[in-house]
């Protein structure tokens, strides 16, 4: 009994540090969209049946005084418990949407992908969107919203704003595809158009029963008439798999890193066919 006593004791102090921890993130990042601590840094997505660069993936970065540089992986869940993902995504989607538009004046109709919380699929966020594309003239299509599927599980009201998204125009895709939950009788009632296989069946794609994955998530976007895109290709053997079962759009760093803004104009004029494509 007494035993169990103590080790209540320490959960409760290792929780407690966890929350001072948490509390203090949260008030960090509360001073970071003030302070300009945020910027969004941009992923190439490549079509390599054309060998061109076709879009590029929006992530965010925040570059903290006293933390340094903090991963989204660390500091969105946060801001989804705080509730502050509301603020960082309309913050993004707003950078993301007159990013895009002033990439537009080169004359590269690039596809611009933004990932978006469930949490943030509310009434006022197609508000958002919509007023975004009035104002940008941004054509909606070229805005992809990258939503997860632990963020729609059976959840009528959400999908329903998902609809409403679409009928905007703008494309939606399902991000990390593989890694949740989705019954198939529930994936075909999304409205939804593209499906991204998540990275860790790309990683070992040498492993037979990921490639199986991988594969069968190709030929599931076929019979759906959906698109794919692959992400986190690191070697040109995983490529050419990824090829060889048709999924033909691809981000990863075997093409690049996620760049600065200003950096991806040289990248998608220089990259035509680049040794990797052959
Ligand atoms: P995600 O949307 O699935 O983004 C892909 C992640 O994989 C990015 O990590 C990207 O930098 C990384 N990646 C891309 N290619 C490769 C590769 O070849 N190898 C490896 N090892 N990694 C690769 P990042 O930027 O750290 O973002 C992590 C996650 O944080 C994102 O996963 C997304 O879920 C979330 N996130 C990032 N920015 C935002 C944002 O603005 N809003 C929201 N709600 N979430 C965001
Ligand atoms: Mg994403
Ligand atoms: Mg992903
Ligand atoms: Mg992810």
Redesign the pocket.
Known sequence: KREGRNRVEVFTAAMGAALVDRARMTADLAQAIENDELR?VY?PLVDTGRGIVIGA????RWQSPTRGNV???EF?PIAEESGQ?IE??DW?IRQVVQQAVEWDVTGRDLKIG????GLQLRPAFVETVRDLLAQSGLEPARLIL?L?ESGLVDDDHRISLIGLLRDLGVTVAI??FGTGYSSLSYLRRLPIDILKID?SFINELHDQRNAAVAKTIIDLTRTLSLDCVA????TEEQLSQLQALGCQSV????FA??MEAQELMAFVAGFGATAVLG
């Open positions: 969004m992923q993936e929006a992530l965010m991963r989204p992986d969105i993902i960082l995504g993004a933004v990932n978006v919380s990258e997860t991000d990390d990275r992400e986190g290709i690191e981000q990863g760093y075997l890193k996620p």
